[in-house]
């Protein structure tokens, strides 16, 4: 009975060695492969603490981001304009030269429900009425979260092109800023992580690293880490004096590959069939849609 998102299902089942996947959910969602610039890694560290922030925290996000969407398309429709299907569809410029003041600051679920009754979606029902939601900090994070993607893609291709370091920078400071606006407009933020995004930060571009940023949306504790490929002993070694102090058991994923596929359809996804005309005849794969699969609203 588990819902299990389509996006990042279909992000680690399509995963290809040396390359970047990404999807892009516009009016035509478009999904495309950046291959990885020679010597550039993007790697990820799991610091082996699972989840490290609460369940409602990180259903207040989700749910505070829609709430502040609802809002300023209602505002839209009233005024007879389109509506959007998401905040990566509008522009930094577009929110601060007006949408953000469809956007209250602050609501409660109580007055937000008094207003949405008609509004049937998955999401409404984790909608806590003594919350207050800071939407407009939320709206805000997933505008600027957009341009920060685009710029970090373009980046990365601009240092393929030119060999220039300053473009490795500029994509490092891309997850940096999207680190700092988890924990400042999102309000996720973690003791573990923050220790060891500070001795990232230590080595800094002497040891190779960039850049880096919490997976999942900042609710676990993995890093995915913009570095060069030469860093990934230094990483390997900082990993393992993390481990002893911190007494865990941290581990580096050293790129994209086709490992993803397991994570994504691993469990409850895949399940073994004996053939129909025969008991005895060996098992064989099929593809099935479990219970309670659902696609992520962004990606219907």
Known sequence: GRFVGLTPTLTAGMARVGSLLTTEHSLDPVMNWVPLPDHVNV???????GSLIAQD??????????????RMNAALVKAKQNPRGGWGQVSPTEFEGGLRNHVPVKETGADWRADFKE?????????????????RALA???????????RFLDSLQEYARTRRDEHLIEAGRAMTGSQRSLAEKCGISHDEVNGFLALLNEGGRKAGYFGARTAEAGGSSMICVLAQASAM?????L?????????????????SGQGGVLSAWWEGVL??????????????????????VVADDDAE
Do not use: C, N
């Open 43 to 49: 790697a990820v560290v799991d610091l082996g603490f």
């Open 57 to 70: 925290v990180l259903d207040s996000v989700v749910v505070g981001t829609h709430m502040g969407l609802e």
């Open 119 to 135: 509004v049937e979606r998955q999401w409404v029902e984790k909608v806590v009425p003594e919350t207050s939601y800071r939407l």
């Open 140 to 150: 805000e994070h997933h505008v600027r979260e957009a341009g920060r993607a685009r």
């Open 233 to 237: 002993e230094k990483l390997r070694e």
């Open 239 to 255: 990993l393992r004096d993390f481990s002893k102090k911190r007494k865990t058991h941290a581990v580096l994923l050293p790129g």
């Open 271 to 292: 399940e073994t069939v004996a053939d129909a005309d025969s008991e005895d005849e060996p098992l064989s794969p099929i593809v099935r849609k479990p219970e309670g």
